[in-house]
């Protein structure tokens, strides 16, 4: 699945990379349970390849709420669940309504799947 380059949140770009899982950072990443990350300094989110597509853009969706959260100086109200929480129904409400199939190279298919 390809996820965009970069992100725009609050007019802030955040360059987007997609990590192998075998990959120097990917594997770190894997071997310590984390799917993806926010690196604030750099505006830079990385997420882990390898997972179905609608993971990968929960993942990226929850990195940008960390980010989002960081810059409006509320990162520490929230707790990862809550952020997991928040992703996991905007991806769903995004897929459901097909808002993002073609802007993230979802086909169809990957939409049906991922969407019960």
């Known amino acids: 699945m390809s996820l965009p380059k970069s992100v725009t949140i609050l007019s802030v770009v955040y360059a987007v990379d997609v990590v192998t899982p075998d990959s120097g950072e990917g594997a770190t990443m894997k071997a310590g349970g984390t799917l993806g ?20 853009l929960q993942t990226l ?32 409400a995004l897929l459901r309504n097909e808002m993002v199939g073609c802007a ?6 990957d939409i049906a799947e991922a969407v019960p």
């Open 37 to 56: 990350r926010c690196d604030y300094t750099n505006r830079r989110i990385i997420v882990v390849d390898g997972e179905q597509p609608a993971d990968m």
């Open 61 to 92: 969706l929850h990195e940008m709420v960390h980010a989002t959260l960081d810059m409006l100086g509320m990162h520490g109200d929230w707790g990862e669940g809550q952020v997991t929480a928040f992703a996991a129904v905007y991806t769903d």
């Open 104 to 109: 993230v190279g979802l086909a169809a298919d």
